[in-house]
């Protein structure tokens, strides 16, 4: 008797063990399962995204033809960056161009992040005697040479080139305005992105930008259904558009400088600035129509 209760006894045992085991092994098997299934679906989302934001590459590259086909009269440069994904592309020149009135750009950012910040107000009387608020409007919509000097009085020139600094525009040069195309565009990226001062600010910088006149260059090659937001500058050797494109949750920046070593023939602007602006068209929306 006492031999078959030990037996029956090593066999309980063994069933115990048994049942755990089988226990473990599905567990297992369940938590591989879940965490292919996460994996797998980690990747789909990967791949979807990667599709969304995808870019045509081919035709980013025939920005580069164009340029060559200017390459003897025009010093070009051009700096695209997806406002989806922070890729940033450029193609031609690399140098600091003077900005023109481009420069505007950095004038206005400087001064509403002193809004921002509590040291100014856009009500506030400035050289000149109107508000800031109608000589920023004045800078951005009607690009105002007047407007622009009286706001470089108000907020000083050390104070431009401090912030540019702070926002890592390294190529920025306040006194004589210049910067590189590469910079403008990674402004323009901090302001769509939000990342210069409260979106209040934003918004009223880029609905001045929306209705900004000069609208001969990248705007000519915008179709309906896409907005733009820019801003042009014009000296007698050269024309720079830098703006936002936006359609749908799609967006980049697209930044074109030009200039001659003479007088500037404007009758080339126009065919040059829509080759470049619908190459982006087409390599971020799909189509340039």
């Not at 907020?155 to 890592?168: H, P």
């Not at 004589?176 to 979106?199: C, M, P, R, Y």
Request: charged content about 20%; glycine content about 6%.
């Amino acid at each position: 008797m006492k031999n078959v209760a030990r037996l029956l006894g090593v066999c309980l045992i063994l069933v115990i063990i048994g049942l755990f085991a089988i226990k473990g092994w599905n567990s297992y098997f369940a938590t591989g399962s879940a965490a292919s299934s996460d994996s797998a679906s980690s990747n789909t989302e990967t791949e979807a995204q990667a599709t969304k934001y995808s870019v045509d590459s081919t035709a980013l590259d025939d920005i580069q033809e164009v340029i060559n086909k200017y390459s003897n009269t025009m010093d070009i440069s051009v700096a695209v960056t997806d406002l989806q994904t922070g890729k940033s592309y450029h193609y031609g020149d690399s140098a600091s161009f003077t900005a023109a009135s481009v420069g505007k750009l950095v004038t206005v950012a400087t001064f509403l992040h002193e809004v921002d910040n509590g040291s100014a107000t856009l009500d506030q009387v400035v050289v000149g005697g109107t508000t800031a608020k109608e000589e920023i409007r004045a800078m951005l919509v009607d690009s105002d040479n007047t407007a622009w000097h009286n706001m470089e009085m108000t907020v000083t020139l050390d104070a431009q080139q401090a912030y540019a600094q702070t926002i890592g525009l390294t190529s920025y040069n306040a006194t004589d305005n210049t910067i590189s195309s590469d910079d403008v565009a990674k402004l323009l990226t901090k302001l769509a992105e939000g990342k210069l001062f409260a979106d209040q600010y934003a918004q009223l910088m880029l609905g001045y930008m929306q209705q900004a006149n000069y609208r001969g260059y990248i705007v000519a090659a915008i179709p309906d259904g896409v907005t733009v937001y820019h801003k042009v500058g014009l000296l007698e050797d050269r024309v720079h558009d830098a703006a936002i494109i936006k359609k749908g949750d799609r967006s980049y920046a697209l930044v074109i400088f030009s200039k001659t070593g003479g007088a500037y023939d404007f009758s080339k602007a126009a065919p040059l600035f829509s080759s470049i602006t619908k190459d982006t068209l087409q390599a971020f929306f799909g189509s340039s129509n």
